[in-house]
């Protein structure tokens, strides 16, 4: 793949961080964020979020879908958690921050959620999807705070959407769904 620096495979199976190495030079830089090659899944959907200082989002997710997320400007906070019940690697959690000075993108694997806390003023966030977004009520959501998954998020009081303000303990979700 062309800019790219380094590939880290992480203790959730199938999380991969793709570490990109962009062309500088007087104008600016450029970077690409999806190459169609062996490591990713063909996508359907992009979708962007444009974020204020501490609103935080998630944790989504689905079991049919992969993201490959990436921050556009400013600086995010992302926290992937396994709901897989049959993973070896299920609760795991893993966190990211990602920022526009160093370009990475991060591929969720089907399964796994997502949630992200803007760092600056404002934040774009940028993800390719595997599957058409169906709406919320076809995706798992889990309450941001859960003391079982004990995220350290970098903000006590963030501001949410309704949907994440009455999300559930992972326990109360996943395993109230079944999978």
Known sequence: MK????LKSHDIDGLIEI???????????IWSIYEDCEIFPKFVEDKVTVSRK???RGLHGDYDTYKLICCMHGEIFLAVVDVRKDS????????FHLT?????????PPGCLNGHVCLTEKCVFFYKW????SGPDDQITVRWSDPDLNI???TMNPTLSERDENGKTMRETVFENGR
């Open 19 to 29: 570490q990109l190495d962009p062309f500088l030079d007087k104008r600016g830089e």
């Open 3 to 6: 800019y790219v620096k380094d």
């Open 54 to 56: 501490n609103v935080l």
């Open 100 to 108: 526009e000075k160093k370009p990475t993108m991060i591929l969720v």
């Open 88 to 95: 070896q690697t299920f609760k795991s959690v893993k966190t």
């Open 130 to 133: 595997s599957k058409k977004y």
């Open 152 to 154: 350290h998020w970098p």
